[in-house]
């Protein structure tokens, strides 16, 4: 089955600029990886929000994702550039 998560962040508005790019720079390396069905990220136009939709093929293909090198740069900012990581939802397609 395949697994979509779908984030909505809000940045502090001293750190919106360089969030914005955070996740940009990670769409050409995550949409190669094997399992990637699809990697979209959006800058939302009425405010400092982003919106990264990620699809895998299966749970696994997440699991491997979250442990790729190219992440590593992310972690460090988790907790200083975003306001608050209010929407995460994660979505399993039962059909194809």
Do not use: K
Not at 57 to 79: F, G, V
């Amino acid at each position: 089955m395949a697994v979509t998560i779908v984030e909505t962040v809000s940045a502090r508005p001293e750190s919106w600029h360089e969030l914005a790019a955070l996740p940009g720079e990670q769409v050409a390396p995550t949409r190669a990886e094997m399992g990637c069905i699809n990697y979209d990220f959006h800058v939302d136009v009425a405010g400092p929000r982003v919106r990264a939709l990620l699809n895998r093929a299966t749970q696994a293909d997440l699991d491997t994702r979250l442990a790729m090198p190219h992440l590593l740069p992310l972690l460090p900012q988790i907790d200083r550039l975003p306001q608050d990581r209010s929407r995460f939802a994660i979505f399993i397609c039962s059909s194809v």
